[in-house]
């Protein structure tokens, strides 16, 4: 019945199934593979499953279960039709025993992981994994400079996946992951920074600052692009808008007090950094809390949008009790921040995550290291049944998306386009451009 199907028609069907299944659909006939290995197709099907807001209904979450000693992936269903506490662990493809993994980020449907060996304790390369389609992986080797990954980041005590290497002198790295939209492509940064230090005062300066573009498989140094800022050590990072998010601070300011902070960017696509000014509101609410409140910048995406989380407590306390969110409206514009809500949990704020279903807000909480789907407007918190150090749990939304793995000339790369077939078959393609209707839209949007 399908020979009856317009190219147009199938597209649009496809649109609307899993990544993995429409992969595997590829070897029914030649007419349904030649409109799922289109580059055109590939192209429009993941632009529609970014863009998709019902996505938030689904949140990848990782975390580090210290009893198993290994990092561990849930997908939790935000539908009121499953259960609250409804969600399912996915099996790493990659796991081989010999390695431990550390997360770098989450973007647009890809997860970029740091593999690192379990005896030498050596960082052996960047994985990038497909969850949604399973099998698809692919390793990228890390070049040096590289050395033996301090014990401490085994433990996962920080928030955000920088790390710390120690061989001769110390090196601190700093990674980001990020989807560029113009392009249709990911791209991986790495800042490596090594201490320099005397009796009297110690400063970060740039080793090397390198770009992995996904599509090639190739590094490219691009150190003469040093910001004269520096990024600090335990910033987790934010992909949002084409770019990488940091909370960063000018060499001989305190990074510890909010007010000489700024926003690091990093634009994937001019492969070129900038900055953005913390929000005068934000600015005032320091000056009110005063030096005896313990306080933390962070960055995240928020109703997809570029967002800062203002944590603060009492010195007395060993947890943050409370966070106030911030978002920047307008990206790029300093006077588009607006102060959303504050979020107070007796149970300690240990890491907020992003939001999802229904406006709720995914929080790893300090003293019971539960992770909680809390509502910021009602005030009301159910507890999901997983449970790590509140500071390790890492998420994002859960995207289809038809990235899958290839090589050229022996390099790892991965594509967009799926000239690769399931089950070992050739199948004749043929070139044709597919497009959305908007009727199709409206329907996958409802």
């Known amino acids: 019945m399908s020979d009856y199907l317009p190219d147009q028609v199938l597209a649009e069907i496809f649109f609307r199934l899993p990544a993995k299944t429409v992969l595997d659909c590829r070897c029914v006939c030649k007419s349904w593979c030649s409109?799922?290995?289109?580059?055109?197709?590939?192209?429009?099907?993941?632009?529609?499953?970014?863009?998709?807001?019902?996505?938030?209904?689904?949140?990848?979450?990782?975390?580090?279960?210290?009893?198993?000693q290994r990092e561990i992936f849930t997908l939790h269903h935000g539908d009121y039709s499953i259960s609250d506490h409804y969600h399912e662990e996915l099996e790493l493809?990659?796991?081989?025993?010999l390695s431990r993994y550390m997360i770098i980020g989450f973007c647009c449907g890809l997860v970029c992981l740091l593999e690192i060996s379990k005896a030498e304790r050596l960082p052996q390369s960047l994985l990038i994994w497909n969850p949604s389609v399973g099998y698809s992986f692919k390793t990228f080797p890390i070049h040096s400079p590289v050395a033996k990954i301090d014990q401490q980041s085994f433990g996962y005590g920080q928030y955000g996946p920088s790390i710390q290497f120690s061989q001769g002198k110390i090196l601190v790295s700093i990674f980001g992951f990020g989807y560029v939209p113009r392009t249709n492509d990911y791209k991986v940064v790495r800042i490596v920074y090594h201490l320099e230090t005397s009796c009297v005062v110690s400063k970060r300066v740039v080793e090397i600052i390198d770009v992995l573009t996904l599509s090639?498989?190739?590094?490219?140094?691009?150190?003469?692009?040093?910001?004269?800022?520096?990024?600090?050590?335990?910033s987790v990072h934010a992909s949002v808008n084409g770019a990488v998010h940091w909370i960063g601070y000018y060499e001989g300011s305190d990074e510890r007090s909010v007010s000489q902070l700024v926003v690091a960017v990093f634009d994937m696509y001019g492969e070129v950094f900038?900055?953005?000014?913390?929000?005068?509101?934000?600015?005032?609410?320091?000056?009110?809390?005063?030096?005896?409140?313990?306080?933390?910048?962070?960055?995240?995406?928020?109703?997809?949008?570029?967002?800062?989380?203002h944590y603060h407590s009492h010195a007395r306390d060993e947890a943050f009790l409370s966070c106030s969110i911030w978002l920047m409206n307008e990206y790029g514009s300093i006077e588009s921040w607006t102060k959303l809500y504050n979020v107070t949990i007796h149970s300690g704020v240990g890491k907020i995550l992003g939001?999802?279903?229904?406006?709720?807000?995914?929080?790893g909480t300090v003293y019971n290291w539960a992770l909680l789907s809390f509502h910021p407007r009602y005030r009301t918190a159910r507890r999901l049944t997983v449970r790590g150090e509140p500071w390790c749990y890492y998420g994002d939304a859960y995207m289809e998306c038809l990235v899958i793995c290839k090589k050229i000339d022996g390099v790892s790369t991965m594509s967009t386009s799926s000239d690769e077939t399931t089950a070992g078959q050739e199948l004749e393609t043929e070139s044709s451009s597919y497009k959305i209707t908007d009727k199709g839209k409206e329907i996958l949007e409802e």
């Open 35 to 68: 409109v799922i290995t289109n580059p055109n197709f590939m192209f429009e099907y993941n632009k529609l499953s970014f863009k998709n807001t019902n996505n938030v209904t689904r949140f990848l979450v990782s975390y580090y279960d210290m009893d198993e």
């Open 216 to 234: 090639t498989g190739e590094w490219e140094n691009i150190t003469e692009a040093t910001p004269p800022y520096l990024i600090k050590r335990n």
């Open 274 to 309: 900038k900055e953005f000014n913390l929000p005068n509101g934000m600015m005032t609410d320091t000056v009110k809390f005063g030096e005896r409140e313990v306080q933390k910048i962070s960055v995240a995406v928020i109703k997809q949008s570029l967002a800062l989380l």
């Open 355 to 363: 939001n999802w279903r229904k406006g709720e807000l995914l929080v």
């Open 93 to 97: 493809p990659f796991d081989h025993g």
